[in-house]
């Protein structure tokens, strides 16, 4: 199996799942709003007003976001992830690196970016994973 089907492993609920790694990135930032304030404030912000926007999403480098994510104090959640699902954090910035625009981009499906901390709905993800992997 792909490390993308690894890191899917069937279900959108849970730690175990890619998206769910995205679920709790956005969660631990605050939120959409926190998520893509840190990103524009560390060095991603023409990139990731593409994901938010109605255009095409702009793609970032696993480099990229694992700079912009550590510069953000959320370095350590992409180390706890990767080591809960037995794989090294460039691998997992390899693959949150294709995935996070696209839920960035499916949680602003107006191009705006939702206000206040609320928590991910993953079942909005779940729309999301049939679309990317379905």
Not at 86 to 93: E, F, I, R, V
Not at 103 to 109: G, I, K, S
């Amino acid at each position: 199996m792909s490390l993308l089907g690894d890191l899917m492993g069937g279900s959108v609920q849970g730690g175990g799942s890619l998206l769910g790694v995205a679920g709790e990135l956005i969660e631990k930032a605050g939120g959409v709003q926190g998520l893509v304030a840190m990103l524009q404030q560390h060095g991603l912000g023409d990139a990731v007003q593409s994901w938010v926007g109605t255009g095409a999403n702009q793609p970032v480098s696993p480099g990229q976001l694992g700079q912009a994510l550590g510069n953000g104090g959320l370095g350590g959640v992409i180390e706890s992830m990767a080591s809960k699902l037995g794989t090294d954090p460039q691998a997992l910035l390899g693959q949150l690196s294709q995935v996070l625009p696209h839920a960035v981009d499916h949680l602003t499906p107006d191009g705006q970016v939702p206000s206040g901390n609320a928590g991910v709905d993953l079942g909005a993800l779940a729309g999301l994973a049939g679309k990317l992997f379905g």
